[in-house]
């Protein structure tokens, strides 16, 4: 048995005893994801967070159930391409997967319903890696175009399909004003969205950039409290 | 007979008018007992000299014979004049040929509600010799006269152009001769040197503020032969032939031809009441009345009857006798009322200013306000307020433990909906407040992951469970144009919280009436929980309501939050908003609130030490793009034209399904989760303002100034102007107080009623009234309140323009006298400089007769009318394209005020009242066309082309128009296309105008009004949503401008005569043609009636002489002249 089957086996050992060790209770042992679903397939689905082996079998690490505008608490990983499944006909079917960032402590994992919601995309941030402290904001453009994003008086340009965290510049109240524009095909900044919207030093808020065909582009927030370290 | 035309303002030769109007009565009984083979000419001799004599007296006895028919069939006030091709083409109609009709009258039977069904054609004749027969005239002799050739015609006129008219045969003794005419109306065609000369307006330069409701001139640059032209200072006044005009304006011989079918020099309309049969009476003169002389006076019931108000000779008005007494249900509910009315008309005199800047200020307190008869003005309105609900902990002292608790924001967006700005004055709150919330607590509580707390938890019945408090802040806070400010709670005082400017919540204040059984916590217990909505009434009929945004204001004196300590001061309520009904299983509340809300993530109890917001309640007004999926936020409806007028809603009372509930009031109720963070529709900096208009956000159209009501700086001219009025059936006060206030008026709320015609999604097309029911039904108000105003009144303009009223923009402050004075004497004009003095008496016997001192009498209200003509009155029949875009291009150039008081000149402005503020948020922005939400409209040429070609085809399929109502007023006549809308606002949208309105997404259907009957949306050319918003063309704008100068008859007429004669083989021996200007005056022709009488009045009983009643007012020779063999046949 090689160091790596071992190092997994340990993963989920260690991962099948956190439920039982409360939401908190192990965080700072193993790979370990926090799903942010953006939106879901179906409400409260049931999904389990599987990988394969190297023959191909399913390897269930953990389940939890997806509703949109939620954040799941920890759930045990492994390295590697991870899968989310759904259980038919007594086996797993993918209807998404990521791989888990190298070297990671812990990674978040967004996840957005595909267009015909049959499966989800998914976008990995690794938030030591990223810088994601709390009192800032983590932005993630999967549109096509760069946005422009202002929070408060700090105004950074994201490209499309990427990522970026940014502190917002509060003013006396707590508040900040959150605007975003897109870029559209001949450089011209369209404005999308402005919003006065509460900043808080405890949290770690996301900020989300989807395609919408109506709106140019579309914008979706969650907060995160819980602890990442 | 006067060779030339006179000065309009010169007096008329009266002498000669009694002898044309004795030969007229004359000449009529000949022609009534068929006796027309006889002619009064006597020749002498068979000499060439003779024969023409002969043919030149038979021309005359032709114009005689024209005149004579002309009285008969115009000189009565009901009676309508239109081209041939105005609609259906009667009998025998060739072009260019007048046909007249009788008009739409109203019932004869006051009591009875006036319907579509009433409208009736019935044509006349055709003011051509030869050519009735088929009404039983006189047949022809089968030959035909030429009386305009293509030489008497403009460069380029064709054969098609020329005038043919059948002949009769004369005969006199021996001598045989044939005669023929031919009468053209002048009113349908636009008269290019209307309006006062520069020199002439005297006391008075041109101001936009007046010349936006009435232009001083008719576009004659619209005429391509005239497209060069300017008119140089007296040019107009002596241009009294088209021969004058292309001397003038340098265009050889033909130029614009001697007889144009487009153009003329003459035209001027007497102010007719086609639809009673009498003259207008003067608006004005009755809105500026005192208030209380004003009050409880409808103008309709809600079924349509139309009070027919009791005038004395003295002017006094009272209801229609018998009226029914107010009621606020039923057929008998009062429409829209005279009080309104004079709160738009005055309005003017309660604007204050900051150097050349305008704005309506707030009155300071409370009671002030209850008591303010411009309460319904000097108001902002509510677009939207939002209840954030947060779950909090906190460490109780005594146990060491920690007790869950719910804390409640609240966020209140104020709109300044003019287009000037509104300076809410220290002193005056307002308030907004929520009763209960319709959800469910469960909690799941958990402790070293098992569950120690399930508990459920609702809240107690309260009916106050928040109050938000707007105080009038020192200083006073003033809201720009159309701007949308949003207020958010700060420090509170149990549930009374002050809110200041901007969103910056506090985490609320404590919900004590929510007791959330959640205690003894440990602060790593971990909290989750589901909010489920209620699905039945748990406090019976009280206890059904949910939640309720108002607003309130105390006759008790509330000026400061601590006043609302006092329970007595906090009990009346000036008005409230979004009633949520909830009975059982109510759809409405199962399509707009969330079935469950959970938590985006379970937190531990120490988490909550600071608030978590978990629920907002939203209660907004509807905008036209729904930002879904995160809303909703909008539906697709009218915003703009449903809806109250007065408040962004009016409360959820009428319906009882949600959909018509909705689009009655255009309120969006809902509840959605709030995922820890706070946000609101706050947007701005410092959350200061919010988007509405297009959507809530920039890139739906959203904007932070959003103008849906244009205030008058100066007395309305023109009814067009009443658009922006705040008149829905306003008829109820405060208890306590006088003002108007907003509780419910005639179903359906409606918006812009007055000179728009949009179908209601709440009846058929077909439709004006149905009895209402729980859901649909009511009144369509626009074709009630058109049908009551645009025939029977006009605006004369005559106020005091001394002290109050007066403003740095408005430059007359002339007295009333003073005005008509120089009207009169030809020192000036009136504010509305079209309109021209009629001698019916000297200028000095006028002013004893109209003024008492400098003050118009409420005579006046009477008598007015018969001293005034309307100066290029144009006949909506017409038919031609030229003369509806030289109209239309009345405006072009004109002048506008801006912002800080500068004029500004815009191509061919639309839409505004004379003031057009820069109301973008950005001061340095330039003012566009694209604008929406805030801008007027300033038309290219090619629009205004395509405009007056649309106009033109409306004309044509709907045609004659039988009442200005009937041209105003969609046509309920079981056509959709006329069904929809009225015939203007059609063709604005034909011609897209208003096109960038119905882009993808922007439009509206019948079925997103279902299960509504939903009119004839559906038959709409471009049915947009946001009809009726500042930058979408509404033909009420186009009315504005335009309505003091159209009417739906002419009173001037070109009559064109043949005389011939012949031996006795018939072959011509002399052939002769005359031209006649013949003018319409206010006097019958049986002077034992005043110009002002009519059946029915002064005296109920009274009735028209005979001769009046047949003939009507009297038409008299302008201009005579003969014309020789090029003008008629050409050579």
């Known amino acids: 048995m090689s160091h790596r089957i071992l190092l997994k086996f340990a993963a989920v050992f260690l991962g099948l005893l956190l439920p039982a060790m409360g939401q908190t209770g192990a965080t700072k042992v193993g790979p370990r994801v926090k799903f942010i679903c953006v939106s879901s397939l179906a409400e409260n689905q049931q999904i389990i967070l599987a990988s394969r082996d190297e023959k191909g079998a399913w390897q269930e690490l953990g389940t939890v159930k997806l509703r949109s505008s939620m954040i799941t608490d920890w759930l045990p990983a492994l390295d590697g391409e991870l899968h989310l499944a759904v259980r038919k006909d007594n086996t797993l079917k993918s209807i998404g997967h990521f791989s888990y960032p190298a070297a990671a402590r812990c990674a978040l994992v967004a996840l957005i319903a595909g267009p015909e919601k049959k499966a989800f995309e998914t976008h990995v941030f690794d938030p030591a890696h990223i810088g994601f402290d709390k009192g800032s904001l983590l932005i993630s453009n999967s549109n096509p175009q760069a946005a422009v994003v202002s929070l408060g008086t700090n105004t950074q340009t994201v490209g499309a399909g990427k990522e970026m965290v940014l502190k917002p510049a509060l003013e006396g109240s707590g508040m900040y004003r959150l605007m975003v524009s897109y870029v559209d095909g001949s450089g011209k900044s369209v404005p999308c969205y402005d919003r006065q919207v509460s900043g808080n030093p405890d949290s770690r808020d996301m900020l989300f950039l989807l395609p919408d065909k109506a709106l140019g582009m579309r914008v979706f927030s969650l907060p995160l409290f819980s602890s990442i370290d | ?1131």
């Open chain 2, 1 to 1131: 007979m006067k060779p030339t035309n006179p000065s309009p303002l010169d007096p008329a030769p009266r002498g000669f008018a009694l002898i044309v109007t004795l030969s007229l009565m004359m000449l009529l009984t000949v022609i009534a007992v068929g006796l027309l083979s006889l002619s009064a000419v006597s020749l002498r001799t068979s000499s060439q000299g003779q024969a023409a004599a002969a043919a030149r007296a038979n021309a005359r006895l032709a114009l005689m014979m024209a005149i004579g028919e002309l009285q008969k069939e115009m000189g009565p006030d009901s009676r309508i004049s239109a081209p041939h091709d105005a609609g259906s083409t009667p009998t025998g109609g060739q072009p260019r040929w007048t046909a007249v009709y009788d008009a739409w009258k109203r019932p004869a039977d006051p009591a009875t509600a006036e319907t579509p069904a009433d409208r009736t054609l019935k044509f006349r004749g055709w003011l051509v010799s030869g050519a009735n027969q088929a009404m039983g005239g006189p047949p022809g002799t089968g030959e035909i006269a030429k009386l305009v050739s293509t030489k008497s015609l403009p460069v380029g006129a064709t054969a098609a152009d020329e005038i043919l008219a059948p002949m009769h045969a004369v005969t006199s003794g021996n001598q045989r001769g044939s005669i023929a005419w031919w009468t053209a109306d002048e009113g349908a065609k636009a008269k290019i040197n209307a309006g006062a000369d520069a020199s002439a307006t005297g006391a008075v330069a041109s101001n936009p503020l007046f010349d936006a409701q009435s232009p001083p001139h008719v576009g004659h640059k619209a005429i391509k032969a005239l497209e060069a032209f300017d008119w140089k200072p007296g040019q107009r006044s002596i241009a009294i032939t088209n021969g004058v005009v292309n001397l003038a304006a340098d265009l050889g011989n033909r130029g614009v031809g001697n007889l144009n079918h487009d153009i003329t020099v003459h035209s001027a309309g007497v102010l007719s009441d086609v639809r009673a049969g009498s003259l207008r009476r003067d608006l004005t003169n009755l809105l500026t009345r005192p208030i209380a002389e004003l009050e409880s006076k409808p103008l309709y019931l809600a079924d349509g009857r139309m009070n027919r108000f009791q005038i004395t000779e003295n002017g006094a008005v009272e209801n229609a006798s018998p009226w029914p007494a107010f009621t606020s249900t039923g057929a008998d509910y009062w429409g829209i009322n005279l009080e309104e009315l004079h709160l738009f008309h005055q309005l003017y005199r309660e604007v204050e200013w900051d150097g050349s800047v305008p704005k309506l200020v707030s009155k300071s307190n409370s009671n002030e306000m209850a008591n303010d008869r411009f309460f319904l003005y000097r108001n902002l309105t509510l677009d939207g307020v939002q209840f954030m609900y947060s779950l909090q902990s906190v460490l109780n002292g005594s146990t060491g433990k920690y007790d869950m608790r719910m804390m409640i924001d609240g966020m209140c967006a104020l709109k300044n909906p003019y287009d000037v700005a509104f300076e809410n004055q220290k002193g005056l709150a307002y308030s907004f407040y929520t009763r209960r919330l319709l959800y469910k607590l469960t909690w799941d509580i958990k402790r070293g992951g098992s569950t120690i707390n399930s508990q459920n938890s609702i809240q107690e019945n309260n009916f106050n469970t928040f109050t938000g408090y707007i105080e009038g802040l020192n200083p006073a806070f003033t809201l720009q144009p159309g701007e949308l400010a949003v207020f958010g709670s700060s420090t509170g005082s149990g549930y009374n919280v002050n809110v200041r400017r901007g969103f910056v919540p506090s985490g609320g204040v404590r919900m004590t009436n929510w007791d959330l059984k959640a205690t003894g916590l440990e602060a790593d217990d971990t909290v989750d929980f589901r909010l489920n909505r209620e699905t039945g009434p748990l406090y019976g009929a009280n206890g059904s309501w949910g939640y309720y945004a108002s607003r309130r204001a105390s006759t008790q004196g509330i000026t400061k939050i601590s006043d609302l300590d006092n329970a007595a001061a906090n009990s009346k309520f000036m008005y409230s908003v979004g009633l949520l009904e909830r009975p059982p299983a109510n759809a409405f509340v199962d399509q707009m609130l969330a079935p469950l809300i959970e938590p985006p993530e379970v937190l531990k109890v120490s988490a909550f030490t600071t608030p978590k917001p978990v629920l907002i309640t939203n209660n907004l007004r509807n905008v036209e793009q729904d930002s879904a999926p995160s809303g909703p936020d909008a539906f697709p409806s009218r915003p703009y034209l449903s809806g109250s007028p007065y408040m962004g809603d009016n409360g959820l009372s009428k319906f009882s399904t949600w959909k018509p509930d909705r689009i009655a009031n255009q309120t969006l109720i809902t509840v959605e989760p709030m995922n820890y963070q706070y946000r609101t529709i706050a947007a701005g900096a410092g959350g200061a303002n919010a988007y509405h208009g297009g959507g809530r956000q920039k890139n739906l159209g959203g904007s932070f100034n959003v103008i849906t009501r244009r205030v008058p700086l100066a007395a309305p001219l023109s009814l067009g102007a009443f658009e922006n009025a705040i008149a829905a059936g306003h008829n109820r006060r405060f208890g306590g107080g006088t003002a108007l206030s907003g509780t419910p008026v005639p179903p359906p709320y409606a918006t812009k009623v007055i000179g728009n015609s949009y179908s209601s999604p709440f009846l058929a097309a077909g439709e004006v009234y149905r009895t209402p029911t729980d859901t649909d039904g009511g009144t369509d108000h626009s074709w009630m309140i058109n049908n009551a105003l645009w025939d029977s009144w006009f605006l004369s303009g005559i106020v005091d323009g001394t002290g109050l009223g007066s403003n740095p923009l408005q430059t007359d402050s002339r007295t009333q006298r003073a005005q008509f004075n120089d009207l009169a004497k030809g020192t000036g004009t009136l504010r509305n400089s079209r309109f021209l003095f009629h001698p019916h008496r000297s200028p000095d016997d006028a002013l004893d007769e109209l003024f008492d001192g400098d003050t118009l009498k409420y005579a006046a209200l009477n008598n007015l009318t018969k001293y005034l003509l309307v100066d290029g009155a144009f006949n909506v029949n017409s038919t031609s394209q030229a003369a509806w875009k030289a109209l239309l291009s009345s405006v072009r150039d004109q002048e506008l005020i801006v912002n800080g008081g500068a004029k500004q000149k815009f191509d061919y402005p639309y839409g505004t009242l004379g003031y057009a503020a820069n109301t973008s948020s950005d001061p340095l922005k330039p003012w566009t066309k694209k604008d929406d939400w805030t801008g007027l409209r300033d038309l290219s040429e090619l629009e205004i082309d395509a405009l007056a070609s649309a106009i033109v085809v409306e004309v044509k399929a709907r045609g004659p128009f039988l009442s200005m109502a009937d041209f105003v007023n969609r046509r309920p006549d079981g056509r959709p296309e006329h069904q929809a809308l009225g015939a203007l606002q059609a063709a604005i949208d034909k011609a897209g105008l208003n096109a960038r309105f119905t882009t993808t997404g922007r439009t509206v259907t019948a079925s997103d009004f279902s299960p509504l009957p939903g009119g004839g949306i559906s038959a709409e050319p471009a049915p947009a949503r946001s009809a009726g918003a500042a930058g979408h063309l509404t033909q009420a704008r186009l009315l504005t401008a335009l309505g003091p100068q159209i009417a739906v008859r002419s009173d001037t007429f070109i009559i064109r005569t043949y005389g011939d004669a012949r031996d006795s083989s018939g072959k011509i021996l002399a052939r002769a043609w005359c031209e006649a200007v013949v003018q319409r005056v206010p006097e019958y022709v049986d002077p034992s009636d005043r110009p002002e009488a009519h059946d029915g009045w002064p005296q109920p009983a009274n009735k028209l002489s005979t001769a009046n009643s047949r003939f009507g007012r009297r038409f008299e020779i302008e201009s005579f002249r003969w014309l020789d063999s090029k003008e008629t046949v050409g050579s």
